[in-house]
């Protein structure tokens, strides 16, 4: 069994609840917009296990350092995760065709910084977007995901809400 902390649109922005959360997580997937290096070099503290693919806003060394997409297999779950992905009947160009060609158990992906965990049928893919954990954006409330793999299936996931209180104001831009 594996619990894996997923979040997504960072855009530079660090906030010490992630390591909270994901402290006790196998594994740390970040589906892009990252921001900065200095996001990944503070997950890669929290759990040395990360799986990164870079977003439409990330720069060079972020992108020579990650892929667009990446296509795994962890606890017997194949996974495709990529930043601009889309959802079921709205999924971004080229991307149902690739479900088709590699039939993941899930797909993850971010961009629109909208929470979604909904299945598509058709492809026999969960799909999950982790909505945005950063700042930027129009985005309300800041989300992260985690999920349970177990033995090739996906047994739990949940939302985590990150509202702006006293506690923790803000955060802080990493550059």
Same mark, same amino acid.
């Given at each position: 069994?594996?619990?894996?902390?997923?979040?997504?649109?960072?855009?530079?922005?660090?906030?010490?609840?992630?390591?909270?959360?994901?402290?006790?997580?196998?594994?740390?997937?970040?589906?892009?917009?990252?921001?900065?290096?200095?996001?990944? +070099? %503070?997950?890669?503290? &929290?759990?040395? @296990?990360?799986?990164?693919?870079? #977003?439409?806003?990330?720069?060079?060394?972020? /992108?020579?350092?990650?892929?667009?997409?990446?296509?795994?297999?962890?606890?017997?779950?194949?996974?495709?995760?990529?930043?601009?992905?889309?959802?079921?009947?709205?999924?971004?160009?080229?991307?149902?065709?690739?479900?088709?060609?590699?039939?993941?158990?899930?797909?993850?992906?971010?961009?629109?910084?909208?929470?979604?965990?909904?299945? +598509? %049928?058709?492809?026999? &893919?969960?799909? @999950?977007?982790?909505?945005?954990? #950063?700042?930027?954006?129009?985005?309300?409330? /800041?989300?992260?995901?985690?999920?349970?793999?177990?033995?090739?299936?996906?047994?739990?996931?949940?939302?985590?809400?990150?509202?702006?209180?006293?506690?923790?104001?803000?955060?802080?831009?990493?550059?």
């Amino acid at each position: 069994m594996k619990k894996i902390g997923i979040l997504s649109d960072t855009h530079s922005w660090w906030d010490d609840r992630y390591a909270q959360y994901f402290s006790d997580c196998d594994e740390i997937w970040h589906a892009g917009d990252i921001g900065c290096e200095a996001v990944i +070099d %503070r997950l890669a503290q &929290v759990c040395p @296990v990360l799986r990164v693919v870079y #977003g439409n806003v990330d720069g060079g060394n972020l /992108r020579r350092r990650f892929k667009e997409m990446e296509i795994f297999t962890t606890e017997g779950v194949k996974v495709v995760m990529t930043h601009i992905g889309g959802y079921p009947g709205k999924y971004a160009p080229g991307i149902r065709s690739r479900l088709q060609l590699s039939q993941p158990q899930v797909m993850v992906c971010g961009h629109s910084h909208i929470l979604k965990i909904m299945p +598509d %049928r058709s492809l026999g &893919v969960l799909v @999950v977007n982790p909505g945005a954990a #950063g700042r930027q954006g129009w985005q309300v409330v /800041r989300t992260l995901v985690t999920l349970t793999l177990d033995n090739g299936r996906v047994t739990h996931a949940q939302v985590i809400e990150l509202a702006d209180d006293k506690q923790h104001p803000q955060g802080r831009q990493l550059s």
